[in-house]
């Protein structure tokens, strides 16, 4: 298994608006990978776009170089096993958000993400860019 994190959607859209990170992103591009879910949600949201065009040019030309891990019975029991841990404490993510920390979790890789929820997620490693 190449790579070391998973980068959520929006350090995704960070890097493709060119905005700052607070770490630089790794020069080693097989260090780093998305899922299904964040291709899907960026995606959607290029599809959304009044730039259409460029929006999906630019995430195609990322995704070249990045590996996108697929959901597959092993993630989806992670992610059962997340949605009734989260639903027995009280605190529901949204549905993909669970997804992508599943996928995070079953490839043994840090998330990388700038949302605070996933602070809930137990033995969830994760990195703010």
Not at 64 to 92: F, M, W
Request: hydrophobic letters at 40%.
């Amino acid at each position: 298994m190449s790579g070391s994190f998973l980068l959520d959607t929006n350090v995704v859209i960070a890097i493709l608006r060119n905005k700052p990170l607070l770490y630089p992103l790794p020069s080693d591009r097989a260090e780093i990978a998305i899922n299904c879910v964040v291709l899907g949600e960026l995606t959607y949201g290029a599809f959304k776009s009044r730039r259409r065009d460029d929006e999906l040019t630019a995430l195609h030309k990322f995704i070249a170089d990045t590996q996108v891990h697929d959901c597959n019975s092993v993630t989806s029991v992670r992610y059962a096993e997340l949605k009734h841990y989260l639903a027995t404490i009280g605190n529901p993510l949204p549905e993909n958000d669970i997804w992508i920390a599943a996928s995070a979790l079953e490839h043994g890789l840090t998330l990388v993400t700038r949302d605070a929820h996933f602070d809930a997620i137990p033995h969830l490693t994760k990195e703010r860019w």
